[in-house]
């Protein structure tokens, strides 16, 4: 089967993005370790956010408005912190 070039771009394009997110999303996620905030809250709004809605400002908003503190137990075992 012949592949058409735009076909071919559009792979290439597509793994080089991939690369990107895969880089950035473990920077975020060990900032969240670091911070103590990787909670299921903020991973599902994360993924929601930045993976599904594309409003990663929704998800910064969140984080520094403390939102993913309200309802959720830390992972870390310090929850009268929350």
């Known amino acids: 089967?012949?592949?058409?070039?735009?076909?071919?771009?559009a792979i290439v394009r597509n793994a080089k993005a991939n690369q990107i997110v895969n880089e950035t999303d473990?920077?975020?996620?060990?900032?969240?370790?670091?911070?103590?905030?990787?909670n299921d809250s903020v991973i599902d709004f994360y993924?929601?956010?930045?993976?599904?809605m594309n409003q990663p400002e929704d998800f910064i908003e969140f984080l520094e408005q403390g939102s993913y503190?309200?309802?959720n137990k830390s992972i870390y075992g310090e929850d009268e912190e929350f």
Request: charged share 40%; hydrophobic share 30%.
């Open 69 to 71: 503190r309200k309802g």
């Open 26 to 38: 473990q920077i975020i996620r060990e900032w969240f370790i670091k911070n103590k905030v990787n």
């Open 1 to 9: 089967m012949k592949v058409p070039k735009y076909i071919k771009d």
């Open 47 to 52: 993924i929601d956010s930045c993976d599904t």
